[in-house]
């Protein structure tokens, strides 16, 4: 133990919520409130609040496992690891290097994301690397870059929200997924501000709306592109700004004035009025919001679906100025720093592009590589999920667990199977881990330093408050071990801190510019907005009221601010550190970070958004006499993601021990079906079952199932990987599907 209170973060969702860690007899550690931390002032939800009963749950991996004779066994680090280095080098020398895959996770640290893209490309040299962050938001990181030239979840910081005068939140239940983040919309209400919902369900969070629309799954684009319609028709356009700061506009407003109303409500299942009222309470505060979730993102036309919703917020002026603009509200605890720094298929640090010679060029000198010995760009999640055991040959996974989390499981887990080799780190046996060659136990959130980047882009300190079980170690230590074995003695530390600084430099001029962020920083100022370059702007571009620092560099497409204003200095965190008694080990950078993006201009070229030209389509699989409703997935608030953590915790599982199938009563009249029944939902790619769960606050023509658990009750064995063009996201929330009784 090397604090009696570790100040850190939840080991779970993006809203990384501050907690206090203290330590218990058992060595084990407790949970406390940190209400020094702005994001959540002290407020968690039953994940946070039971995250360290993972650590020490009976079902932990303690020892590395390696398969004899189809059973996985104990083994030593020795022989597990040179296991995997065997298959990868049989693999790479047999079917080339591309035969190697590799799939990490967004819940990685900054330093594992970084330095597992760094062993695909410099060590496996190959391009096949992407990880489970696709599945989660690059939607909204597509449609952010085409109108903004950036993207960052959230332009502005949560304490912004509470302060604008309307905010529209699609597809998003945030009471369930990130409850501390509800109290931002509860104090938007009470400050006087409209809160509207669009969401199929009427949700614990569409029941605090002023308005609710409910529209059917798939049709969200079809519903922005009606508002935009309704705000030209009303003469509610803010022409000077249109002008000013954005370009496109002409044709994105003839794709809008194609969706007339009538037609909208034909489509969408939201009445004329309500489209009308929505305009009205968006319009005419002086600021507004919107704020995406899965909801719309996780369709075939995702990227087009995030657009229309700017094309709102630009044509009504609401971009780039105090208090109104567009987020995302990025779902997993890194998804966010996760997709900055290279293990993203197209990505090298910093959001640099992989196929741009430059970013190539800056990146290899910092690893101290030849620039053509990069890979290019590689397959999406799903495509590479979907080529292993053809193309790709041996597969080595972190932090993820597509058995339960893939778009059409079932296969997904067939070619899983199919591999020749599979490696697994993990804390727990997760349904992937069970089907791997060797498992390696890793660390995890208390028991190891490292950054992450909230949805905020508010890059983060965890500190580690526990010492791990005896034969576990860090993902860090495993690709330091794999990577010498492979023949790269060189540029793979084991220390966060380390790898840390050099993120800095290879992220150094990138969008996503670390180079000015320091652990030292992060630990006294409780966290650091991104881009943070190593020199301060000029003075004239800090916030109002902001202290100018002195230098000289300025930022284009930001405006800067202090990271939190008046914060107090956080604890000592590394007593025993040489470098914290004198100093840091890098200097602290006088850059004050960046809260809020494009008050000045936006990170594109010219500095203008940008209108896309989008219009309505349909989804990839509209429903039809064979399969007839449609089926939307999503979470519940006592489980997270594909649950390989969260359904360890007897507390949250006594909550949400399984899966169902929620439904409106004409539907279940109409099957004859009474709460509780078990009910098999059938689609293209097979059939889960789960007992049904009667309520009104679902359409009538749409059925909901959470995907957390595996086995019958699971919801991915139905879900569509039809990928959207641009973002290569899969369609989660919406596809065809009919509903019978189960035998
Ligand atoms: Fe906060 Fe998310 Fe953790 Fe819940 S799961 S405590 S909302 S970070």
């Given at each position: 133990?090397q604090?009696?209170?570790?100040?850190?973060?939840?080991?779970?969702?993006?809203?990384?919520?501050?907690?206090?860690?203290?330590?218990?007899?058992d060595?084990?550690?407790?949970?406390?409130e940190?209400?020094?931390?702005?994001?959540?002032?002290?407020?968690?939800?039953?994940k946070?609040?039971?995250?360290?009963?993972?650590?020490?749950?009976?079902?932990r991996?303690?020892?590395?496992?390696?398969?004899?004779?189809g059973?996985?066994?104990?083994?030593t680090?020795?022989?597990?690891?040179?296991?995997i280095?065997?298959?990868?080098?049989?693999?790479?020398?047999?079917?080339?290097?591309d035969?190697?895959?590799?799939?990490?996770?967004?819940?990685?640290?900054?330093?594992?994301?970084?330095?597992?893209?760094?062993?695909?490309?410099?060590?496996?040299?190959?391009?096949?690397?992407?990880?489970?962050?696709?599945?989660?938001?690059?939607?909204?990181?597509?449609?952010?870059?085409?109108?903004?030239?950036?993207?960052?979840?959230?332009?502005?910081?949560?304490?912004?929200?509470?302060?604008?005068?309307?905010?529209?939140?699609?597809?998003?239940?945030?009471?369930?997924?990130?409850p501390?983040?509800l109290?931002?919309?509860?104090e938007?209400?009470?400050?006087?501000?409209?809160?509207?919902?669009?969401?199929?369900?009427r949700?614990?969070?569409?029941e605090?709306?002023?308005?609710?629309?409910?529209?059917?799954?798939g049709?969200?684009?079809?519903?922005?592109?009606?508002?935009?319609?309704?705000?030209?028709?009303?003469?509610?356009?803010?022409?000077?700004?249109?002008?000013?700061?954005?370009?496109?506009?002409?044709?994105?407003r003839?794709?809008?004035?194609?969706?007339w109303?009538?037609?909208?409500?034909?489509?969408?299942?939201?009445?004329?009025?309500?489209?009308?009222?929505?305009?009205?309470?968006?319009?005419e505060?002086?600021?507004?919001?919107?704020?995406?979730?899965?909801?719309?993102?996780?369709?075939?036309?995702?990227?087009?679906?995030?657009?229309?919703?700017?094309?709102?917020?630009?044509?009504?002026?609401?971009?780039?100025?105090?208090?109104?603009?567009?987020?995302?509200?990025?779902?997993?605890?890194?998804?966010q720093?996760?997709?900055?720094?290279g293990?993203?298929?197209?990505q090298?640090?910093?959001?640099?592009?992989?196929?741009?010679?430059?970013?190539r060029?800056?990146?290899?000198?910092?690893?101290?590589?030849?620039?053509?010995?990069?890979?290019?760009?590689?397959?999406?999640?799903?495509?590479?999920?979907d080529?292993?055991?053809?193309?790709?040959?041996s597969?080595?996974?972190?932090?993820?667990?597509?058995?339960v989390?893939?778009?059409r499981?079932?296969?997904?887990?067939?070619?899983?199977?199919?591999?020749?080799?599979?490696?697994?780190?993990?804390?727990?046996?997760?349904?992937?881990?069970?089907?791997?060659?060797?498992v390696?136990?890793?660390?995890?959130?208390?028991?190891?330093?490292?950054?992450?980047?909230?949805?905020?882009?508010?890059?983060?300190?965890?500190?580690?408050?526990?010492?791990?079980?005896?034969?576990?170690?860090?993902?860090?230590?495993?690709?330091h071990?794999?990577?010498?074995?492979?023949?790269?003695?060189?540029?793979?530390?084991?220390?966060a801190e380390?790898?840390?600084?050099?993120?800095?430099?290879a992220?150094?001029?990138?969008?996503?510019?670390?180079?000015?962020?320091?652990?030292?920083?992060?630990?006294?100022?409780?966290?650091?907005?991104?881009?943070?370059?190593?020199?301060?702007?000029?003075?004239?571009?800090?916030?109002?009221?902001?202290?100018?620092?002195?230098?000289?560099k300025?930022?284009?497409?930001?405006?800067?601010?202090?990271a939190?204003?008046?914060?107090?200095?956080?604890?000592?965190?590394?007593?025993?550190?040489?470098?914290?008694e004198?100093?840091?080990?890098?200097?602290?950078?006088?850059?004050?970070?960046?809260?809020?993006?494009?008050l000045?201009?936006?990170?594109?070229?010219?500095?203008?958004?940008?209108?896309?030209?989008?219009?309505?389509?349909p989804?990839?699989?509209e429903?039809?006499?064979?399969?007839?409703v449609?089926?939307?997935?999503?979470?519940?608030?006592?489980?997270?993601?594909?649950?390989?953590?969260?359904?360890?915790?007897?507390?949250?599982?006594?909550a949400?021990?399984?899966?169902?199938?929620?439904?409106?009563?004409?539907l279940?009249?109409?099957?004859?079906?009474?709460?509780?029944?078990?009910?098999?939902?059938?689609?293209?790619?097979?059939?889960?079952?789960a007992?049904?769960?009667?309520?009104?606050?679902?359409?009538?023509?749409?059925?909901?199932?959470?995907?957390?658990?595996?086995?019958?009750?699971?919801?991915?064995?139905?879900?569509?990987?039809?990928?959207?063009?641009?973002?290569?996201?899969?369609?989660?929330k919406?596809?065809?599907v009919?509903?019978?009784?189960?035998?």
């Amino acid at each position: 133990m090397q604090n009696t209170v570790t100040p850190t973060h939840c080991p779970y969702c993006a809203l990384q919520c501050g907690m206090n860690l203290t330590p218990e007899q058992d060595g084990s550690v407790a949970v406390v409130e940190r209400p020094d931390f702005p994001v959540n002032r002290g407020a968690l939800c039953g994940k946070g609040r039971t995250a360290p009963a993972v650590l020490s749950s009976s079902v932990r991996l303690t020892t590395p496992l390696v398969r004899n004779a189809g059973v996985l066994e104990p083994a030593t680090w020795e022989e597990a690891l040179g296991r995997i280095a065997d298959a990868l080098s049989r693999t790479r020398t047999e079917h080339g290097p591309d035969a190697c895959g590799v799939f990490g996770g967004g819940g990685l640290t900054n330093e594992k994301a970084y330095t597992l893209g760094k062993f695909a490309r410099v060590v496996l040299g190959t391009s096949q690397i992407d990880y489970n962050g696709r599945f989660c938001m690059s939607s909204a990181a597509a449609g952010g870059i085409k109108a903004f030239g950036l993207d960052r979840g959230l332009p502005f910081p949560l304490e912004d929200i509470p302060k604008t005068g309307c905010v529209i939140l699609v597809g998003s239940n945030l009471a369930e997924t990130m409850p501390p983040a509800l109290r931002y919309l509860t104090e938007l209400k009470a400050n006087g501000g409209k809160l509207i919902v669009i969401d199929p369900r009427r949700t614990r969070t569409a029941e605090q709306a002023d308005l609710h629309l409910a529209p059917r799954p798939g049709t969200d684009l079809a519903l922005a592109l009606g508002l935009l319609h309704l705000v030209v028709a009303e003469g509610r356009t803010d022409e000077a700004y249109i002008q000013e700061r954005t370009s496109g506009w002409e044709e994105a407003r003839a794709a809008a004035m194609a969706h007339w109303p009538e037609l909208v409500e034909r489509i969408t299942g939201v009445s004329v009025p309500q489209l009308r009222e929505t305009v009205r309470l968006f319009c005419e505060p002086e600021s507004a919001m919107v704020l995406t979730a899965r909801g719309p993102e996780q369709q075939s036309k995702g990227t087009d679906t995030v657009g229309a919703w700017i094309n709102l917020c630009l044509a009504t002026g609401r971009a780039g100025r105090p208090l109104s603009g567009y987020g995302c509200l990025t779902g997993q605890g890194n998804g966010q720093g996760g997709r900055e720094h290279g293990q993203k298929a197209d990505q090298l640090p910093g959001y640099r592009k992989l196929d741009d010679p430059a970013a190539r060029r800056h990146v290899a000198e910092v690893w101290g590589v030849d620039p053509d010995s990069l890979p290019g760009p590689g397959r999406s999640a799903y495509e590479l999920l979907d080529a292993l055991g053809t193309d790709i040959r041996s597969l080595l996974l972190m932090a993820s667990n597509p058995v339960v989390s893939a778009p059409r499981a079932a296969h997904i887990e067939e070619r899983i199977k199919s591999l020749d080799f599979l490696a697994v780190c993990d804390v727990v046996l997760s349904e992937t881990a069970a089907l791997a060659d060797v498992v390696l136990p890793v660390t995890q959130w208390a028991e190891e330093t490292g950054t992450m980047t909230n949805l905020e882009g508010r890059v983060l300190l965890r500190r580690r408050a526990i010492t791990p079980p005896e034969d576990v170690r860090s993902d860090l230590e495993v690709m330091h071990e794999l990577a010498s074995r492979l023949g790269v003695e060189k540029g793979f530390p084991t220390d966060a801190e380390e790898i840390f600084e050099e993120l800095r430099r290879a992220s150094a001029g990138g969008p996503a510019d670390y180079s000015g962020i320091t652990y030292r920083r992060l630990a006294e100022e409780n966290g650091v907005f991104w881009p943070c370059p190593a020199e301060a702007p000029e003075p004239q571009q800090a916030d109002a009221g902001t202290p100018a620092p002195p230098a000289s560099k300025p930022l284009p497409g930001t405006a800067s601010a202090t990271a939190q204003d008046g914060e107090d200095a956080a604890l000592d965190l590394w007593p025993d550190d040489p470098a914290s008694e004198a100093e840091p080990r890098a200097a602290a950078a006088a850059h004050p970070g960046t809260p809020r993006l494009f008050l000045d201009r936006f990170a594109t070229p010219d500095g203008r958004a940008r209108f896309v030209t989008v219009t309505h389509r349909p989804l990839a699989e509209e429903p039809d006499d064979e399969y007839p409703v449609l089926l939307t997935t999503g979470r519940v608030v006592s489980q997270y993601q594909s649950g390989a953590q969260t359904r360890r915790v007897d507390e949250l599982n006594a909550a949400a021990p399984s899966a169902f199938v929620e439904l409106h009563p004409r539907l279940a009249e109409r099957l004859g079906a009474k709460e509780g029944d078990p009910l098999a939902v059938v689609s293209r790619r097979g059939r889960a079952t789960a007992p049904a769960r009667i309520t009104t606050s679902i359409r009538p023509d749409t059925v909901f199932m959470p995907f957390h658990w595996p086995g019958e009750g699971r919801a991915n064995t139905l879900t569509n990987p039809a990928l959207d063009p641009t973002s290569r996201m899969p369609e989660f929330k919406a596809c065809a599907v009919r509903v019978e009784l189960a035998p």
